[in-house]
């Protein structure tokens, strides 16, 4: 806070939550304020500055949310009449084997898009982390956040080169004498699955070790010293201090890596379209399939809004979990 | 530092962290490497992963570009960028100016509902706003797919710029409007002239999430003419998968820009990214 801050008095802490707002409502409350229209105009006017940003999101994300909701209530082929089912397309989901079969290849990309890279990003943070000199962090960086950036579906096409049978990775494997595990990968029924979340891994590692790179300049060198001195390893280092201490970059890295898993769609569609067989299915290509080739809306719906509920809960415990005191 | 053990202890130490640093750029680079070698290949020729093309084939570049029509393809998706990223930023920072600083009537309760906007994705709203937008003519047209894209980015735009503005001292918008000035006036000419980084860093962001936005324009434009490039690139793998020279260029040139944009504005882009920014 600037001193600036410190001399008006009880303005609210810059990014408060809503109690400190409310302290600052009472505090505007308390001066001699003009009449009671001029604070009504105020009010009018302050609507209409959110007006611009309420409206588009209204009309184009959140009644198109509740309409899918609706239409998951329906048996709909997309041109004939609907007809109500009730809930009977949620009750598909849970049965069809090929829904559930999507649902849990979500769950093995978390393992893919969030666990592998939060675990590679935090080691080789602490690693990084205790080199003296900073020289060409600027580069590093910039290096590492290349994936971020470029379509998803330029990744996926980089990536089916890699793989091809013809690609660089069954290249490498004969040149160290391994041509006998060369498969092709994106092809395989064992291996497409590992194949695909291993790009995610490699979309998302150089954000987490960056994420946790710059945690890692906020803590105190003081405490490690003192760690040090009561002759901590660097294990114990990383385990005591380190780990618990980089906790809002964690739920930052959870949030982002896990809604990238459970709702992949651009990747798939481009590596494997979800096989081969149904492989590499996964929720996303499943609503596709089914809305706008399948005639089965309906479904599709039902299972969109199924997705839609399982991110926010997930953001909302990974939030609340990365609120709590350590 | 007396005894051996301890002294290649530090040594090893200290060459652990560019290697790390090293494995991870090769991580990365290696298959950027392996396209760019692909896209300089001969057309039809047989190829393997990594080979030293013999001599630098550039027509793959141009036959891309018009033969496969990526040229109009990047065209319409500066169209698409150029309608959402000021339009977007515009009614992202009234919005967060708004939340952030005036006497808004249920301001806590208006912000939790566009906050819940961050966690519906893409898959929750495409299969109504296809057959809505249809519906109204709004299928395969420029201001479809870009209001589709603006309501999907507003939650995090309106999150950005109302942390920003809650930053900015009190002092300034006390002053002014001691002196009288509206709140229009206070946002045009004493916050927004502060506010350069922060708007800078959204348009980036915005624009890396309009030209990386793969669903919708796949969806709401079903016009071949009309594609956004990332479309047209997804399209173009299912028809030409077998010849690599081509397709690589074809991936060089969708990726090109939004390269450049981020190479120029990379300190923005990553500092947006690391506050939370979640990929469109």
Known sequence: MTTADRLTGPAPAPGAQSPAERAAGSTVRKRPRPARSGRRRRRAVALLYLLPALLPYTLFAVLPLLHTAYLSLFDWDGVTLPSFVGLDNYGRIVTDPQLRAAAWHAGALILFFSVLPICLGLVSAAIVSRRAGRRGTTLVRTVLFLPQVIPLVAVGILWRWVYAEDGTLNQALRAIGLGGLTDAWLGSFTWALPAVGLIGSWVVSGLCMVLFLSGTQRIDPEIYEAARMDGAGPVREFMAITVPLLRPEFAVALSITVIAALSSFDLIYITTGGGPGNSTVVPGILIYRLAFGGGAVGVASALAIVLTVVISLAVLVINRLSREAP | ?280
């Not at chain 2, 060459?15 to 640093?21: C, R």
Request: glycine share 8%; proline share 7%; hydrophobic share 55%.
């Open chain 2, 1 to 280: 530092m007396t005894s051996p053990t301890s002294t290649t202890r530090a040594v090893t130490g200290r060459l652990a962290a560019p290697f790390v640093l090293a494995l991870f750029m090769a991580a990365v680079l290696v298959p950027f490497a392996s396209l760019l070698l692909a896209a300089l290949q001969p057309a039809g020729a047989p190829l393997t992963g990594f080979a030293l093309p013999d001599g630098l084939h550039f027509e793959n570049f141009s036959r891309a570009w018009s033969a496969a029509g990526f040229g109009t393809l990047l065209r319409s998706s500066v169209v698409i960028a150029l309608c959402v990223v000021p339009a977007a930023v515009v009614c992202a920072t009234l919005a967060g100016y708004a939340l952030a600083t005036l006497d808004v009537p249920g301001r806590g309760r208006l912000y939790a509902y566009l906050l819940l906007g961050l966690s519906i994705p893409t898959e929750g709203t495409i299969i109504p706003l296809y057959y809505d937008l249809r519906a109204i003519g709004l299928t395969n047209t420029v201001p479809g797919l870009a209001l589709a894209e603006i309501a999907a980015f507003m939650p995090f735009g309106v999150f950005w710029m109302r942390a920003h503005f809650s930053t900015m001292p009190r002092s300034l918008m006390e002053a002014a409007r001691l002196d009288g000035a509206s709140s229009w006036a206070t946002l045009w000419r004493i916050l927004l002239p502060n506010s350069r980084p922060a708007v800078t860093t959204l348009g980036v962001l915005y624009f890396v999430w309009s030209w990386n936005q793969f669903l919708l324009p796949l969806i709401l434009i079903q016009d071949p003419a009309r594609r956004t490039a990332p479309a047209g690139l997804g399209f173009f793998t299912g028809q030409f998968g077998v010849d690599v020279p081509l397709l690589a260029a074809a991936t060089l040139i969708v990726i090109a820009p939004v390269v450049l944009v981020y190479l120029f504005f990379q300190r923005h882009f990553i500092s947006g990214v690391l506050s939370g920014a979640l990929k469109g």
